[in-house]
Every structure is written in structure tokens, then in C-alpha cells.
Antibody, heavy 118, light 110 residues
């Protein structure tokens, strides 16, 4: 079955760039909407944005100036870059699939904790 | 501050029925479907209810969802100890052009 797995550094310094990758196994990335969602420790969920298999993106307006997402079809991966991070960006970051867009997240990765600290 | 409003907590004894509310607006719940996610500590959320009232394969039928106007509800009938978790509602918001989540409700089985 299709599985998602996040990877990337667990510690990022303030003002630097957070970079994460989600590897899709058991299925192709060349369809559906691929999302990033985060959850600060002890808090609720926040949608970061999605990238469609065509490459079209849509980002949360509160993060738009700092977020970039892209696909790597050859590796069946999609990635997130978040620039100029602060302690407020410390969170568990999840990748998730939305089959039809503006619909629901039917498949999630296990999540990866990223801490912003010097 | 979340766009969708949920009570922070709900509780019940085993076998009871518990209901969680989710209040939104015309730009989200009022014009789009509502989904519910269940999350246990230290694990990723799991899709529990989609399209207002549909259960994915494997979700027990004691979980049910409903929507009316700009509000939605999740009901757990025959509450069990393993239902102790956090529950989040979510919907697409046409004004924000993005997904929005509720603040989450922690369900405790007494």
C-alpha cells in the first residue's frame, strides 16, 4: 500500500532554512495533491500548503512569503523549504495526501520533529 | 487562533454517547464538506470521517458525523477506553483558499 515518510534535519538554527522531504512508496507521485501540515508541541494542526502533481502550488497565506514546495518525480518525492525560521516554527511536520484537492487527507506520514534553536 | 471552533475537552463513561461540535462560517463549513481526524499521543492524525458523514474502511460505525449550516458534529456512541484521543475537524475555506482545522478536542473516558 502507499506509504509516506518524512526526512530531514531535526535541528535548524534561527534565521536559517528548514528543508524536509517526503518519500512516497508503493504508489506514484504523478497524481493527487501532496501536502505539508505541522503541529507545534502541545498545539493543534496547521496546514502549510500543497503541491499538485503538475507542479502547481498553493500555500497558507500566513506562511506564503517563506514557503516553497517542489516535486522530484524521478525519486517519487516532494519537498518543503521554509526560510528565516524562528522558534515559532518548531513543530512536528507531516506530509499528507489529498486525492482530489480541497477534500481530505487520507494518508499521512509518521511526522518528523523539527526544533529551531541555536 | 483556529478558524474552526471546537470545545477543548469532552468526556464520558464507557458506553455513553459523546458529541463534539465544530463551528465555522459560510466560507468553510457552510460551503464545503467537513472531515474529522483522530490523533493519539505521539502519532499522526488519522482520517476518521470524510465528506461530513462518511467513514473510511475500518472505522467503527459507532463514529458518526453530521453537518448543518455552518456547524458540524462528531458523535461517538458506545464510548470505549480506546477512543481516548484528540479529535480535529477540518474543512476547505474559500476565502482563505486553503485548509483550516479546528483547535482540537481531547476526549477522556472516565
Amino acid at each position: 500500500q502507499v506509504q509516506l515518510q518524512e526526512s530531514g534535519p531535526g535541528l535548524v538554527k534561527p534565521s536559517e532554512t528548514l528543508s524536509l522531504t517526503c518519500t512516497v512508496s508503493g504508489g506514484s507521485i504523478s497524481t493527487h495533491y501532496w501536502n505539508w501540515i505541522r503541529q507545534p508541541p502541545g498545539k493543534g494542526l496547521e496546514w502549510i500548503g500543497y503541491i499538485y502533481y503538475s507542479g502547481r502550488t498553493n500555500y497558507n497565506s500566513s506562511l506564503r512569503s517563506r514557503v516553497t514546495m517542489f516535486l522530484d518525480m524521478s525519486k517519487n518525492q516532494f519537498s518543503l523549504k521554509l526560510t528565516s525560521v524562528t522558534a515559532a516554527d518548531t513543530a512536528v511536520y507531516y506530509c499528507a495526501r489529498d486525492v482530489r484537492g480541497a477534500d481530505n487527507f487520507d494518508l499521512w506520514g509518521q511526522g518528523t520533529l523539527v526544533t529551531v534553536s541555536s | 487562533q483556529s478558524v474552526l471552533t471546537q470545545p477543548p475537552s469532552a468526556s464520558g463513561t464507557p458506553g455513553q454517547r459523546v458529541t463534539i461540535s465544530c463551528s465555522g462560517s459560510s466560507s468553510n463549513i457552510g460551503s464545503n464538506t467537513v472531515n474529522w481526524y483522530q490523533q493519539f499521543p505521539g502519532t499522526a492524525p488519522k482520517l476518521l470521517i470524510y465528506s461530513n458523514n462518511q467513514r473510511p474502511s475500518g472505522v467503527p460505525d459507532r463514529f458518526s458525523g453530521s453537518k448543518s449550516g455552518t456547524s458540524a458534529s462528531l458523535a461517538i456512541s458506545g464510548l470505549q477506553s480506546e477512543d481516548e484521543a484528540d479529535y480535529y475537524c477540518a474543512s476547505w475555506d474559500d476565502s482563505l483558499n486553503g485548509y483550516v482545522f479546528g483547535s482540537g478536542t481531547k476526549v477522556t473516558v472516565l
